[in-house]
């Protein structure tokens, strides 16, 4: 879900939110500096997926003040089967919008415990309103870490914050420059091609 002007106030009240002193002494530390590793051998990067943005839970913008898009059930079963859940960097395109950085999320979310895998893309970009419904093109170009469990909203809050900013400085490298001019994203938006 992608909405903006939704700060991160609102939180379910079965979770814990700030992490407690002793919890967040036990709990698996995030570093700050993740250097990410390959992809999955049997995938090789990039991997390029499209279509429409569709409602999720609602937590990205609401909990977490990370708004994500999210993929339909119909789109997540045509990735590749051996590319692993996790999260990843690359480039995403909102209908014919600019081309930005995203950080991405493939799996099923163990914090939520969710029971169908999702694929929800952040734009590393303030945008001013939800795109529900547009089409959302993705170049998924690089793997940063394995979904984890956390003992506290702060904590994932806190891994994705880490995410973004490995995103932003890999995607500079020239390699990853590059893939911004893929013709995947720079053509106008095929809808028949998802
Ligand atoms: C970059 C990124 C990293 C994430 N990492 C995790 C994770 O390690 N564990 C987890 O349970 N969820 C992770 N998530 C998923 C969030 O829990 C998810 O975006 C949140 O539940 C909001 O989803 P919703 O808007 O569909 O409710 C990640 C999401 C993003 C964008």
Known sequence: M???GVSGALYSASRSIGCPGLSRLI???TPSLITPR???MAVQPPVR?????VQGFGRGSKELGIPTANFSEEVIERLPTAMDTGIYYGWARIDQGDIYKMVMSVGWNPYYKNEKKSMETHIIHDFDEDFY???LRVIVSGYIRPEEN???LD???HAIRNDIATAERELESPSQLLLKTDAFLTDPVD???S
């Open 191 to 193: 809808t028949n091609q």
């Open 2 to 4: 992608v909405g903006l």
């Open 38 to 40: 390959p992809f999955s």
């Open 150 to 152: 956390y003992n506290c």
């Open 49 to 53: 997926v499209q279509g429409q943005v």
């Open 27 to 29: 709990a698996t530390p």
């Open 155 to 157: 904590d994932l809050i």
């Open 133 to 135: 419904g547009s089409w």
